[in-house]
């Protein structure tokens, strides 16, 4: 990598210049060169510690969505009772925005109470 490597003399070892780790030469990279296992270590560790944040990141998001489809859903049963509401009750005209407007009526005068399943 760098040619800053040195060899220590009297015996086959290499220093690392950024973190003086010392190891065998005979570790060389294919191309000639070294790589420092310990820099190597350390690098990987901080991408582990990256992705480990992520996937709790990724997690929280999931429980947040999953907290929004269970009250679109609850939501959407909500909208379906209404709308069953105003057919029975013979909703102006039976038209799509005729239904759609009894409905809303509907939902706005008898909304569903938190805790009812």
């Known amino acids: 990598m760098s040619d800053d490597w040195d060899t220590e003399k009297g015996v086959t070892c290499v220093v690392c210049p950024k973190c003086a780790f010392t190891?065998?030469?005979?570790?060389?990279?294919?191309?000639?060169?070294?790589s420092c296992?310990?820099?190597?270590e350390l690098a990987q560790e901080a991408t582990i510690a990256q992705l480990r944040a992520e996937k709790d990141a990724l997690r929280l998001d999931v429980e947040r969505l999953d907290e929004a489809l269970v009250v679109t859903l609850e939501q959407n049963a909500q909208l379906r009772e209404a709308l069953d509401r105003a057919m029975l009750s013979g909703c102006s005209g039976?038209?799509?925005?005729?239904?759609?407007?009894?409905?809303a009526a509907a939902l706005a005068t008898n909304p569903k109470e938190d805790g009812d399943g």
């Open 23 to 34: 190891f065998d030469a005979c570790h060389a990279d294919e191309g000639g060169g070294y």
């Open 37 to 40: 296992p310990a820099c190597a």
């Open 94 to 103: 039976c038209t799509t925005q005729g239904i759609l407007q009894a409905a």
